[in-house]
């Protein structure tokens, strides 16, 4: 079943992130390739004489994908409130990647000020796709603060190690059933892409995985396939894990030779 | 009167937000600003005045994940 993020169906379960890339060219010839349902965008200091955000600016137009921006780097409530504010008006869209860090070798999230934002956010009007972990109590407090989408990492942010707690995903998948979930940084390689579908989540949010590969757009491609392989298998409904071999060819039948 | 806009000073002449961002060469690009930590939506910049030693940000679009 293909879940409205907001009321907007995606047309991809691929986000792509647009950092780190070699060349902006190489940047457009990825989002190409990638075919991604969203592309997440953020913001920084401009200088006046160089305006690199204009030249940036005109590069996401030309893309025509939607837009998320996000709140990286904040630390603190009032900065990330303050900078989604500013996202708003800049990128002209009421959704924010929520992102509040707590830590900084993991720059996993502070839980604590991350529903504190989400509330502050969505009262204000915005459509908050929070930066979280797997906890289900963190996340009922984010949907309780008005979060109509949880993005809970696999990893830590450009670690590329895949699905750190599949189970933990797992629970969070099947405690709500209804909520569009995003498995969001860590993912390195396209079958961890594919198993986040696999497990039912509704998309994936990736960056360093493209942009810092050999070859960007080749693995971008490679992403976009591997999302609708993902995707379709879930709606194929995936066989039940044993631990114990069952033959898969008969048995009965099997000429007597020994 | 000296300001600092994204961390850096300058001394400028313009009292309003609007008028500092035309008198740094901002005028007519995509931006976003905030006055001492606080975001100051495009259509309040003609009013907000400022005060000296006034922390200003300005921020555009970049790239992200």
Redesign the interface.
Known sequence: MTKSFYGTTLSSPLMLGTAQYPSPDILRDAVKAAQPGVVTVSLRRESAGERAGQAFWDLIQELGVPVLPNTAGCHTVKEAVTTAHMAREVFGTEWIKLEVIGELDTLQPDVFGLVEAARVLAEDGFKVFPYTTEDLVVAERLLAAGCEVLMPWGAPIGSGKGLNNVFGLRALRAHFPDVPLVVDAGIGVPSHAAQALELGYDAVLLNTAVAKAGDPARMAEAFRLAVQAGALARTADPMEERDMAVPSTPVAGKAMLA | MQIMV??EAHEVSARTLAALIDE???SG??????LN???V??TQRAETLLPDGAQV?????????
Do not use: K, S
């Open positions: 994204n961390d740094l060469g901002y690009a995509r931006i976003a600003t905030a930590g606080r975001f939506p495009v940000e300005i921020v555009a679009p970049m790239q992200g994940g």
